[in-house]
């Protein structure tokens, strides 16, 4: 250890903040299977009287694929409501800078009396040899070199297969990446910038991409934002083009989507409207009908009558029809809601009966009336779902909190990497979250700056940390930590499902229910030792 800064090695589930003392672990040791990406931290405390420069490299592994991160800070005024003191990490640093994004850089500026961390993700490939390898953390200040640090990685024989037979979505804003990046909705220079975006949700193990076939009518009136070609003909008649549909289902396979999560075809939280439907991107008073039209108008009824056929027919030319998902409102609740959504799958079943619809709920009675073909529960109502033998995804947004799963800038990043493990043992289907990249105020289309806002301008209502999980960089995505660690939770869901582990195995007993869970690093880390054990 420096006489002036101390150094050592933290997991990736404990946040490290500005005033986080030094700790005092200066070696480690990391089990992993192949095919794996595994984290952990190189920390940094500066206790001079001055600011230093801080760097690290690492070494010992020429088969394994190495990245070191930057770990920034983000400000959070208040600590989220609604959730006891043991269900928080950040009492006592809370107001203030919390740990997330993720800057590709292995140098940070350390300001006096402050603690920095980096990220270090190894990427272990299906083909390396199982054993140990040694890996060398060299630091430096300035341009001499202070520590070094080891980190031993045990990688096992078992090979992570691909994840099969769940669902993992986030809905994706690009009607927000055209605000950000000041471009037009698929104009040449957006293909390049929505690239880098739809790696990242498939390298975190999304396998579906929210497709904006329409406008998506969720979270407010959006800016025109729709792949779909549409121009008003003669007589009620319609004409479109499917070339940009084309062009994103193409790029997003190359990415590696495997599901295509179509717009939703009714309004949000009612069911009450057609959705806005324009004629030009370009133009925020192209619409095709009135705001105000019904939903199960003779307008729209004829227009969805001539788009639903050419629609399948597309689906079936790109051998996607079995990989979509299809919509019909967001979120619809109470008595009038569920009159309003059996009148609109009624037009849906007689106008496109091959058409499945799946839809987040929290009122078991659209599934059980059999209106919505695969609901996704809110993990709060998940339990009523399986009691009514009703296997489905699931879904949080916001709440519930207190003891619930949940992904917020004050959620425990151990509670965080449970997520998994619940979806395994817990036998959902799949995940939906509304909020990849919601970089604006809520329900409204004026941006905020991502660095200093996360709550869509709407705490308490709106939790710090809910509306994204990536942060906009120059040339693509920023990583968060908490995005980091749940897609590390859906790599142990593949890693018990390669192992061949019972949901219902014992050892995954002490998961009840999704507000009823362990919460602590040892026990993943125990039960992750057991899986690997001699495999």
Not at 35 to 40: A, C, D, L, Q, T
Not at 181 to 209: C, D, K
Not at 504 to 527: G, T
Request: aromatic letters at 12%; hydrophobic letters at 40%.
């Amino acid at each position: 250890m420096s006489k002036t800064v101390a150094f050592w090695l933290e997991s990736t589930l404990r946040r490290v903040y500005p005033a986080t003392s030094a700790g005092h672990l200066r070696t480690m040791k990391i089990t992993a299977a192949r095919n794996e990406r595994i984290s952990f931290q190189v920390c940094a405390r500066n206790m001079t009287s001055d600011v230093l420069s801080v760097s690290v490299s690492v070494s010992g592994a020429d088969d394994l694929s190495i990245t070191v991160r930057r770990v920034g800070y983000v400000p959070m005024p208040h600590l989220n409501t609604g959730t006891e003191d043991s269900e928080i990490e950040g009492i006592g640093h809370i107001p203030g800078f919390v740990p997330d994004p993720l800057f590709p850089e292995n140098t940070a500026v350390v300001g006096l009396r402050e603690s920095h961390a980096f990220w270090v993700t190894v990427y272990v490939p299906a083909d390396v040899s199982p054993g140990e390898y040694p890996l060398k953390i060299a630091l430096k200040v300035g341009d001499e070199q202070s520590a070094e640090l080891d980190v031993r990685l045990d990688v096992r024989k078992m090979v992570v297969e691909p994840r099969k037979n769940f669902i993992s979505t986030h809905w994706f804003y690009c009607d927000v990446l055209c605000d950000w990046y000041r471009m037009e909705p698929f104009e040449e220079r957006f293909w390049t910038i929505v690239e880098p975006y739809i790696h990242n949700l498939a390298s975190h193990g999304q396998n579906v991409l929210h497709t904006p076939l329409f406008t998506p009518p969720t979270d407010g009136v959006k800016r025109p934002c729709q792949l779909m070609k549409v121009a008003p003909g003669d007589g009620g008649t319609y004409e479109f083009d499917f070339s940009d549909v084309k062009r994103w289902t193409d790029l997003a396979r190359q990415c590696g989507a495997e599901y295509f999560e179509w717009t939703h075809l009714f309004t949000q939280w009612g069911v009450k409207n057609a959705i806005r439907i324009y004629r030009s991107n370009q133009d925020r008073n192209s619409l095709l009908w009135p705001p105000e039209t019904g939903a199960t108008s003779d307008t729209y009824r004829n227009f969805l009558a001539q788009f639903l056929p050419l629609f399948r027919n597309f689906l079936i030319q790109e051998g996607i029809m079995d990989k979509s998902l299809f919509h019909l409102s967001d979120e619809p609740h109470g008595d009038e809601h569920l009159e309003n959504y059996r009148r609109a799958r009624a037009l849906l079943a007689e106008l496109a009966p091959w058409m499945k619809v799946m839809d987040a709920l929290s009122d078991a009675r659209f599934a059980q009336q059999g209106l919505t073909d695969i609901p996704v529960a809110s993990i709060g109502a998940a339990k009523s779902f399986r009691e009514a033998s009703i296997p489905c995804p699931v879904y949080f947004c916001c709440g519930p909190r207190g003891r619930y799963l949940n992904r917020f800038l004050d959620t425990p990043l151990s509670k965080i990497r449970m997520s998994g493990w619940l979806f395994y043992r817990l036998k959902a289907l799949g995940f939906l979250h509304w909020g990849y990249n919601y970089w604006c105020k809520s329900q409204q289309q004026e941006l905020v700056d991502p660095f200093t806002e996360s709550s869509a301008t709407f705490w308490p209502r709106w939790t710090y940390g809910d509306p994204f999980v990536v942060y906009p960089g120059a040339d693509g995505p920023i990583d968060s930590i908490r995005w980091e660690v749940f897609g590390e939770s859906l790599q142990d869901f593949a890693l018990l499902q390669t192992a061949g582990v019972d949901p219902d195995d014992p050892m995954l007993a002490d998961i009840r229910e999704y507000d009823d869970f362990p919460k602590s690093e040892s026990w993943i880390r125990q039960l992750r030792e057991w899986i690997l054990l001699d495999r």
